[in-house]
């Protein structure tokens, strides 16, 4: 059969761009009075005014609209359809042609502006109707006239007055007039005033100060006269404030409120299975084998043809079936999915998500059954059906009887199609069976905004439970009551991601648009008390961040009546899940609760007593950080012990904000202001500390914030946190010790060390703390000891700084010998000779640095340093060569003082020093021998040296009776008197 093709004539660029939007999403509505059956594909060919190509794409019909009334009053029918593939493609090619053409660019450049800003309004104002490069228009072209339906605009891409009908300044007028209130904003607030431009919470408009230290009020009097400085007064008065912290003396007996945060947004909405744990196969394959039977006795097969003698065993062989697959699933919900383009039947309830039949069967039996079910339910017209767990067997034979019924063309009886849903559905309510729910596809209400398959095909079921509900008259109140809350438990069951629950809860007014005497703020409520509790708190987040899209669209236009009905649905669903959540005592529910108060969501008194604190110091919080000058002052002129306990109460409010947003110039600017008033006044003796400074005991709490701060801060906010720190006093140390224990960041340790060395006995108390407990790390050991060897003093501290000569990490030990020599303890000449043969090169030449500062030795370490000179070498070249260097080293150190101890052993030594290493290697290679003669001679050359210090008339026979020899070893020994000057 040859492919339907039909051609879309566009005739301006502002009529293409009213459908866009929805082309962009993958749907198109074809407005005509003909329609193709559901599931038709056709080929269509847009042509665009102005542009040259025309474009091609292949849809598929997936709705029916007849005489369908919309927003406008006007009732119009045509078919939905959506793009197969998608209309990615179509316009990877269509919009690069769309940028050549002024008026289209124009256009796409403000609808992409518009959609990529995150809860921002697309704007795309009218433009001239006529015709660009206008193609001679043939109706008879296109399905219909193009009088598309007015799909529910998004406030976003809501179209403007022309700019010939509005002007320049009117549209300024508008956009700058502020939006009318809500009824919850008009509410009165007493004693706590509202301040401006709160739409969003405050916490996320503070702004950290400048980088560059704001000058205080006392440095701008020194700058300008009195009569000149003016100090802007802040928009909280002091009495506000008085009331504010008394608030929450009362609602807390003075205990702190406990912080809380907001859980984390959810992971992204799941998509369907693709495949199946073994579990989870497990799990299905009941269910599988009850479907596949399921379709035998509704198409009439096998044992469930109508004249077969086994056809009631077999009924009831597939109730059992049926209860035996569900398991634990409460019901059991079979839908037909054509979602872009793709037809097959999904099975909800079973799993925690939807999961399609020919997964559950296998392939090879799919093939079989499932295009059959799908032309059973394309030939009903069938978009899903339900089936509960709690069905009784008289019932369920019942739904099968009803569903085998011939289909409506098959008789002389038969009705039209479109009424044969309303039939069956009268059939199932007159033998008074709901434990089923049956949805036509004549039946389905018109869902305009672009949500997930499985919440439309959640909110047609309900749509069609509710209005069934009014046939069961013989029910009381309480009892339809109590059946709306199980249908809609029923219904959201599989829709467990805050995402899907969110649409369902924003979507519902279409449902009370089509369903006969259902209240709209009813059925919210309803599906409010209905969701999961676990659930709530993501799911209103997601919400709150819909609000401030339609918040933003009200500022724009505060008198479309679509956006401010859409804003108070919207706030009045928040306020309902805000209330259960109350009594619930959800966690996280007061920071959610201030937000809802500053949007306007909730007025000050429907708010909890703690959540009004937050929202109270939020509100100080906003205000000090713009009128800083106007708080420190109050503070300076602090007047009285009552005015003293109110201002600490606020401190005590507002100093966590300060520290969670930085604000260490602010903070310190406050503590600052306090200080005079502190010392010389009575004025804080209601807090029992006369004479101290109580503004700085609440950053007792932050070690770790002031820590991380300072790690991360720059020179001049690192001499800001230092001032706070020496505030803290021994407190501050501690401060100062996170920060080398845990900064990566070196300049950030020096600087820390560089403040410990100011700190004085508090930072000798924590150094020696650090230096007894084992546990510590290495690093913090090793910053320890260079602060030691500067604050340190006595044998105790030197006693604590030989401990870790025999630490694991060299450069520990490197430090501890450093250290020792720095407090002149009288037992860092053993411990440096002993050191001078550590395995460590840096180590040992730590100790032979150091040893080299002493002045004198005793007898007993030159005995000690005259043995090391006799060591053997290595035979490995680098090893020798460290070596050579070693003992050059030592035999400096040993004769370089003054009157050294047993100088003739020292001679002996060293003359048989020379001698012996003149004498050594004379079996190498020649390539050795060179490298050899090399360090023989650094050594020899060291010695003859240091026998000049200290030699005697011996060693002067010694040369003369070395240069009358000719051996290899004299000529050695000879060169290296040369070099000497001997």
Known sequence: MKAKTIKLNYPSPARFFKDFKHIKKGTIFLPSKNFYPIGTEISINIVLAGIRPVFSANIVVKKILKNHKFKDGKTRSGMVATFIGGSKHMLMVLEPEMMKVPEYKKLLDLYKK????????????????????????????????????????????KEQPKPAEVPDKEVKKVQDKEPEKSVAQ??????????????????????????????????????????????????????????????????????????????????????????????????????????????????????YEKDHPGTEKAKRGLFDELNSSLGDSSEIMLSLNEESGQSGIMIFS?????????????????????????????????????????????????????????????????????????????????????????????????????????VQMAIQRLAKDLKTLPAFEDKSEADLRAMKVEIIKDIIRPLQHPEFLKDMLLNCHVIAQNVKRLDLEELEQTLVDAFPEDKLLQTSQIISDD???????????????????????????????????????????????????????????????????????????????????????????????????????????????LVEHEEWQLILDLITASEKVAKETDFFSGTGMEGVNPFVFFLY???????????????????????????????????????????EDRNARKAALDSFEEKGKAALKWVRKTLDDKNQSWYLHRNSLQLLDKLGKGDDDAARAIKFLSHKHARVREEALKTLYGLNSEAAEKYMTEAIDDEDENVSLRALHTLSSLKSFSEKTMIKLIDKIKSEAPKEKDEAARHAQKISQLVRIMTSISDPPVPDKIEEALLELIETTAKKHKWFSKFYKAHAQKNQLLIITSAIRGVRQVGSSEAQSFFEEIAKKRSAYAKLIKEALAKVGI
């Open 186 to 303: 008009k509410e009165k607030e007493p004693d706590h005033k509202e301040q401006p431009k709160l739409a969003e919470t405050p916490d996320k408009e503070i702004k950290k100060t400048q980088d560059k230290k704001p000058e205080t009020i006392d440095a701008q009097k020194d700058k300008e006269p009195e009569s000149k400085k003016i100090i802007q007064k802040g928009e909280l008065s002091p009495e506000w404030i008085k009331k504010a912290v008394a608030l929450e003396a009362h609602a807390s007996g003075d205990e702190e409120i406990e912080e809380e945060d907001l859980p984390p947004p959810p992971p992204p909405p799941p998509v369907e299975k693709k495949q199946l744990t073994p579990e989870e196969f497990e799990r299905v394959k009941p269910v599988g084998e009850f479907v596949m039977n399921l379709t035998r006795a509704m198409l009439r097969s096998g044992y």
């Open 350 to 454: 079973i799993l925690e998500d939807p999961v399609s039949v020919r997964l559950v069967v296998g392939a090879g039996q799919s093939e079989i059954f499932e295009p059959r079910l799908q032309e059973y339910f394309k030939r009903k017209n069938l978009l899903s059906f339900t089936v509960k767990k709690n069905i009784t067997l008289e019932h369920f034979e019942k739904f099968v009887d009803i569903m085998c019924a011939p289909d409506a063309e098959d008789g002389e009886e038969a009705m039209e199609v479109e009424e044969e849903g309303e039939a069956l559905t009268s059939a199932l309510v007159n033998n008074g069976i709901t434990e089923i729910t049956t949805v036509f596809l004549e039946e389905t209400i018109t869902i305009l905004e672009d949500i997930p398959w499985r």
């Open 701 to 743: 709490e932050y070690a770790d914030e002031l820590a991380i701060s300072f790690s991360e801060a720059d020179k001049d906010g690192r001499n800001v946190l230092n001032e706070i720190i020496d505030y803290l006093g021994p407190f501050g140390v501690n401060v100062l010790g996170k920060v080398l224990a845990e900064s």
């Open 547 to 657: 609000l401030k899209k339609w918040v933003e669209a009200k500022k724009k236009n505060p008198k479309n009546r679509e956006i401010v009905e859409r804003f108070d649905s919207i706030s009045r669903v928040l306020k309902m899940i805000s209330f259960r959540m109350v009594a619930e005592k959800t966690p996280g529910i007061r920071l959610f609760l201030e937000q809802m108060y500053f949007n306007g969501v909730v007025t000050y008194e429907e708010l909890p007593d703690d959540v009004k604190i937050q929202a109270d110091t939020t509100k100080m919080v906003k205000d000090l950080v713009q009128y800083p000058d106007y708080y420190t002052e109050i503070i300076r002129t602090t007047k009285s012990e009552e005015d003293g306990l109110v201002s600490l109460k606020w401190f005590h409010r507002v100093g966590p904000k």
């Open 114 to 157: 518009g959609t990529a800003e995150k809860g921002g309004v697309t704007v795309i104002p009218s433009i001239d109707e006529e015709t660009v490069n206008k193609r001679k228009f043939n109706p008879e072209d296109t399905v219909a006239a193009f009088e598309v339906e007015p799909e529910k605009e998004e406030p976003e891409h």
